[in-house]
């Protein structure tokens, strides 16, 4: 029995004593004082009656005196019970409620329920350890891809937040510290069906520890973490599995990209959206001298990257004692007119503005635009509800910290197919991957596309794979629209991996084999479609051979054999 | 000494020996079972049950079983009593009688249980 029972029970004995010594004594009254009956007759009630009577008397039913009108000294007695059991159900009834809603009790009730529901759980889910901006993207990208999440956050609000959302998977939440083992084990990190823990706590430490518990409790559980120095990272990196992830090289990694390849950074940004992102103009950052300011960790990210990329840098920072600025920095804010000069932003290409502060940023931007309006502008956000202004104030581009680490674990949990795509995608040249960028134009509308697997397995596509058995199944088959196969799916195969090696966006006369994996890509409603396709026998035969087949037992027989008779009729 | 002890041993011995003062005499004579004494064992059952809620032990929970037996026989006797006497058109015959008590019986041997465990616990704590 769940111990939150037994705690109820124990603080409910006294009310209860009092209740049955109450019932005791007035029943035991009842029988020992001497009423009479309709004749004048000495009669003493049974304990029968003394109970019925008491039973109604004590819940202010009130159905009189029964069975004869009492003596005076039965009603003398009967004034005093009433009160003493009204007074007992009062305090038992209030004593009840005080325990139900005593905040400790709410608490025990609240966390068993979390964990029965956690035992529950038999669809693969997520455990997400801290709810903040990048906990809440996360949960709600994974529950628009139908995949449940359980949290974990110390603060309680948050926890509130989580249960008020109205996600078609609805995530479950607990408040708890993540770092110690017994919340995480509560949370499931052990059940079968947890696929992955990600940590993405504000503390660097409390990952670190996630990260152990995990790798002790669950050795072969993926985690993921979020770490925000280089050295907290390569420490999560350096036992088990794991994949730490550090927001500002993550998005000078990508600045990098869109220097290098703006195509491609376009292509890479498309194919590992959100769920519901808006699709985002291509960008184009030009290679001249670049004003970088504010040199802390995103500072240095970025300085190393654009180093790297071959470009000059000028940094402005506050700090002049900062042991390890480069050469020629002008010391300053960078909000102020002459800063920005001195640093030639009047004849830069681009500037960053990656200070600590959102107001600092937007100023040094706004300031900078006003000196120079062709400038590229990078901007770093570090308030969410700061995004308003950010998104108005049109930069080039912006990072935002949790969206960064959000987008890149959940570019992480999708299919491996889209890794392995894009590692193909980036060794192709600008025009193959300019074609393709205007292919996805054309099949999406102003959303990123959705990227799913297509698995030519028994589990995942019946009618597919048993028509794969047989052979004669092409890849246009399953490209052609399941209510007219004269029109067409608006969908892209991405890549076909098999066995043999990889096909890079296959032809539509490659024949599918059993076993195949294939990444299209296409608007979300074109992922039902194309399922039904992939499971229904009557569906694909249509597809392939543009007879409707019935899917009855009967009719199939009847159809076999009237071909039989027209067979050997010719 | 321990107050809450006392008051627990008290009330599972007064039940075993308020059920024992019920049951002897005659089986099917009403004559050697008085109400009272069934009204009190049943009360005192009662509250020695309430008194067992909560324990989280084995041992509490075979206390509080065995308890749960013994209330559930007293009042299965008393709804016949009162069924015997007010609703049948017989009356309290000896048969009635003869349910009654031995319903009671079968509670005894609960108590008696519940006193068994209550013994062997106290020897086992060593204060």
Redesign the interface.
């Known amino acids: 029995m769940p111990s939150i029972f037994y705690i109820l029970l124990r603080r409910l004995r006294v009310p209860l004593i009092v209740l049955i010594t109450i019932y005791a004594v007035s029943i035991l009254g009842f029988v020992m004082i001497p009423g009479q009956d309709d004749q004048g007759q000495v009669w003493q009630m049974s304990f029968f009656h003394a109970f019925y009577f008491v039973s109604y008397m004590a819940s202010t039913i009130g159905f009189g005196e029964i069975p004869y009108a009492f003596s005076e000294g039965q009603r003398l007695w009967t004034v005093f019970t009433i009160y003493a059991s009204v007074i007992g159900w009062i305090y038992s009834i209030g004593a009840t409620l005080g325990v139900l809603q005593d905040p400790a009790f709410v608490r025990l009730r609240r966390e068993h329920a979390f964990r029965r529901a956690v035992q529950q759980l038999r669809t693969p889910f997520y455990l997400i350890c801290g709810y903040g901006d990048t906990g809440s993207t996360l949960v709600q990208a994974l529950a628009d891809d139908g995949i449940p999440s359980v949290v974990i956050d110390l603060d309680e609000n948050r926890i509130n937040e989580l249960l008020l959302t109205d996600f078609l998977s609805r995530p479950l939440g607990m408040v708890g510290d993540a770092s110690k083992p017994v919340v995480l084990e509560r949370a499931g990190v052990t059940s079968p069906w947890c696929m992955g823990c990600i940590a993405l706590t504000d503390s660097d430490q409390a990952n670190l520890l996630i990260a152990l518990c995990t790798e002790v409790l669950n050795p072969p559980l993926r985690l993921l973490a979020r770490a925000e120095t280089a050295e907290m990272a390569a420490n999560i990196n350096s036992f088990g599995g794991n994949e730490a992830i550090n927001p500002f090289e993550t998005f000078a990694d990508q600045l990098e990209l869109a220097l290098n390849a703006p195509c491609h950074y376009t292509l890479s940004n498309w194919l590992s959206g959100m769920p519901h992102q808006t699709l985002s103009e291509p960008v184009f950052p030009g290679k001249g001298v670049w004003v970088l300011a504010g040199f802390g960790r995103f500072g240095k990210a970025l300085y190393r990257r654009l180093q790297h990329a071959g470009i000059q840098v000028q940094v402005i920072d506050v700090r002049e004692s900062h042991t390890r600025l480069p050469g020629g920095s002008i010391i300053g804010l960078g909000t102020e007119a002459d800063t920005l000069k001195a640093a030639g932003v009047e004849t830069a290409t681009g500037v960053v503005a990656g200070t600590p502060d959102d107001g600092n940023n937007l100023s040094i931007l706004m300031t900078a635009r006003e000196l120079n309006p062709d400038l590229f502008m990078v901007a770093r956000q570090n308030q969410r509800d700061n995004g308003l202004i950010y998104d108005r104030a049109g930069f080039q581009l912006t990072m935002k910290r949790g969206d960064v680490i959000a987008h890149r674990i959940y570019a992480l949990l999708r299919t491996p197919l889209i890794r392995d795509f894009l590692t193909l995608a980036m060794q192709q040249n600008r025009a193959w991957v300019n074609l393709l960028l205007s292919r996805i134009i054309g099949v999406v509308e102003d959303e990123v596309p959705l990227l799913w697997e297509v698995q030519v397995s028994m589990n995942e596509a019946p009618a597919l794979f048993e028509a794969c058995m047989l052979g004669g199944v092409r890849l246009e088959h399953l490209l052609r629209h399941p209510r007219d196969r004269e029109q067409r799916v608006s969908a892209i195969p991405l890549l076909l991996k098999r066995a043999e090696g990889s096909l890079l966006l296959p032809a539509e006369d490659t024949a599918l084999q059993v076993r195949d994996r294939i990444l299209m890509c296409a608007r979300r409603p074109v992922q039902g479609e194309m399922d039904w396709a992939c499971q229904n026998h009557t569906v694909l035969h249509y597809l392939m051979t543009g007879e409707e087949l019935s899917g009855s037992w009967l009719w199939r027989r009847l159809r076999a054999w009237r071909q039989a008779r027209s067979g050997a009729a010719a | 000494m321990n107050l809450e002890k006392v008051v627990f041993g008290f009330f599972i011995v007064l039940a075993l020996t308020l059920n024992f003062g019920f049951f002897v005499g005659d089986i099917d004579n009403p004559d050697h079972h008085h109400?009272?004494e069934l009204?009190a064992a049943l009360?005192v059952s009662?509250?020695a049950s309430?008194?067992k809620?909560?324990?989280?032990t084995h041992l509490g929970a075979i206390f509080l079983a065995t308890s749960l037996v013994a209330d559930l026989q007293l009042v299965v006797a008393?709804i016949f009593?009162?069924y015997a006497?007010?609703v049948s058109p017989d009356g309290l015959t000896s048969a009635a009688m003869v349910s009654i008590v031995s319903m009671s019986g079968g509670a005894l041997l609960a108590n008696i249980t519940s006193v068994v465990l209550l013994v062997a616990e106290t020897i086992t704590v060593r204060r």
């Open positions: 109400a009272f009204f009360v009662l509250i309430v008194l809620f909560g324990d989280r008393a009593w009162g006497s007010h």
